[in-house]
């Protein structure tokens, strides 16, 4: 993949990862008081914001993965499989800028071989 296009897919992708992240950043001004809720609103509050944290995880997790991606065209190595030194494919970097591996070696690793 040209390197130019490696760069914008990444500046992309970090963009819309670091929005999302500011976005679940808890705000103090959702309710008024706590006095007078619901023991229902108690546990809604409670799943949103364990839910947000795994959504937080998640998205903290990809951002890492964009910066090695990017550590990674800077030594002229983004586009080689971090564990075969194998070519990746366009395609799957263009849906996967950060993708460390081929498809093949990505399923391997995902379960656990």
């Given at each position: 993949m040209d390197p130019k296009r490696a760069t914008e897919l990444l500046q992309v992708e970090r963009s819309r990862i670091e929005h999302a992240l500011a976005e679940l950043e808890p705000s103090d001004d959702d309710e008024l008081s706590d006095l007078d809720q619901h023991m229902a609103d108690d546990a809604t509050e409670l799943f949103e914001e364990e839910r947000d944290a795994g959504l937080a995880e998640r998205l903290r997790e990809e951002l890492?993965?964009?910066e090695r991606a990017e550590e990674r065209l800077m030594l002229g190595t983004y586009g080689l499989s971090v564990e075969s030194g194998e070519p990746?494919?366009?395609d799957r970097l263009e849906a996967i800028p950060w993708a460390e591996r081929t498809v093949e070696e990505?399923?391997?690793y995902d379960h656990g071989g």
């Open positions: 890492a993965a964009v990746i494919p366009d990505q399923s391997r």
